[in-house]
């Protein structure tokens, strides 16, 4: 256990393994809650996310809320086919000022409230034509910038 503070300002090629070995069998053993992984993480400024295995992620809600510090984030890999919720998943990145998303599959999200919430006007305004091409027949919840 650690008392105080961690401050956290740049984390490498985290969650990289996704498969195990049992003898000569490969086992999947990919996370599915990505929720809230580096919530108010404001010290936090630099994150390669690139080797993430997310083709089982089913919650990446708030999974960079409160990430102030992050000037950059390159999320373009994640698969997110599975994913269902959404929600507040970059809020209050307030100095964010390039967030790449590639193509991502919404078609099962039900909750996007709040997802870019926070962002600078700027970035907000350059979302909003990639947030319109979003699968939203199954979310219940939108309200990405509010």
Do not use: P
Request: proline letters at 0%; hydrophobic letters at 45%; one cysteine or more.
């Amino acid at each position: 256990m650690v008392a105080g503070t961690v401050s956290i300002r740049s984390v490498v090629h985290a969650d990289r393994y996704c498969s195990m070995r049992k003898g000569n069998m490969l086992l999947r053993a990919c996370r599915t809650d990505f929720a809230y992984m580096f919530e108010s993480c404001a010290a936090l400024t630099a994150l390669d996310v690139s080797h993430f295995v997310t083709l089982a992620a089913t919650d990446m809600s708030g999974m960079f809320s409160g990430c102030s510090g992050l000037i950059s984030l390159d999320v373009s890999g994640f698969n997110t086919a599975q994913v269902r919720n959404m929600g507040s998943m970059f809020y209050g990145c307030s100095e964010l000022t390039f967030l790449a998303l590639g193509n991502y599959d919404t078609a099962n999200v039900v909750d996007m409230s709040y997802m870019f919430a926070g962002l600078n006007s700027k970035l907000q305004e350059e979302l909003k034509a990639t947030a319109e091409t979003f699968d939203t027949s199954k979310a219940n919840l939108m309200g990405w910038f509010d």
